[in-house]
C-alpha cells in the first residue's frame, strides 16, 4: 500500500508540472496543445463527461496515476522500475504517438499543427524527467 501511495504521489506531482507548463505554453503562444489533457469527446464511455466541470481534471490524473502504476509494475521484473531512463522514453515517445489522437477530436489543436505536436511532446519530456528523478531518488 506504501509503495502505491508513494507513485501515486508521483504522478499526481508530475501531472501538475505537466498541466502547469502547457497552461504556461498556451498562455504565451496561444497554442492549445493543453486542451488535450482533458479532452475526453473522442471516448466513447467517457465523452457524456466531457463538458461536466472538473470532469477532464479527475481523466487527466487518473491516467497520469494509471500509467506510472503501470509502467512502474512492467518495468520491475526488469529491475528498471527505479531507473530514469524508461521513464523518460517511454513518456517522451508516448506522448508523441498519443498526439496523434487529436485526430479524433473537433477541438484544436489539429493533428497537423506540428508546433502543437512539438509542445506536447515536450511537455511529456518532462513530465518523464519528473517521473523519472522522483523514481531514482525518492526514497
Known amino acids: 500500500m506504501k509503495?502505491?501511495?508513494k507513485l501515486t504521489a508521483i504522478a499526481i506531482i508530475a501531472g501538475i508540472v505537466l498541466a502547469g507548463l502547457l497552461n504556461i505554453i498556451q498562455s504565451l503562444t496561444g497554442n492549445h496543445a493543453y486542451i488535450l489533457l482533458f479532452n475526453m469527446d473522442y471516448i466513447p464511455l467517457?465523452?457524456?463527461?466531457?463538458?461536466?466541470?472538473?470532469?477532464?481534471?479527475?481523466?487527466?490524473?487518473?491516467?497520469?496515476?494509471?500509467?506510472?502504476?503501470v509502467l512502474f509494475y512492467l518495468l520491475k521484473p526488469l529491475q528498471r522500475s527505479l531507473t530514469f531512463l524508461p521513464y523518460f522514453l517511454t513518456y517522451t515517445?508516448?506522448?508523441?504517438?498519443l498526439y496523434s489522437l487529436t485526430?479524433?477530436?473537433e477541438l484544436p489543436p489539429a493533428l497537423t499543427d506540428t508546433t502543437a505536436w512539438g509542445i506536447w511532446t515536450l511537455g511529456h519530456g518532462v513530465?518523464?524527467?519528473?517521473?523519472?528523478?522522483l523514481m531514482k531518488y525518492w526514497k
Open 93 to 97: 515517445i508516448g506522448g508523441g504517438i
Open 46 to 69: 467517457l465523452k457524456q463527461w466531457n463538458n461536466t466541470y472538473g470532469a477532464g481534471m479527475v481523466f487527466h490524473f487518473a491516467t497520469c496515476i494509471a500509467s506510472v502504476i
Open 103 to 105: 485526430a479524433l477530436t
Open 3 to 5: 509503495q502505491l501511495m
Open 127 to 133: 513530465y518523464g524527467i519528473v517521473i523519472g528523478l
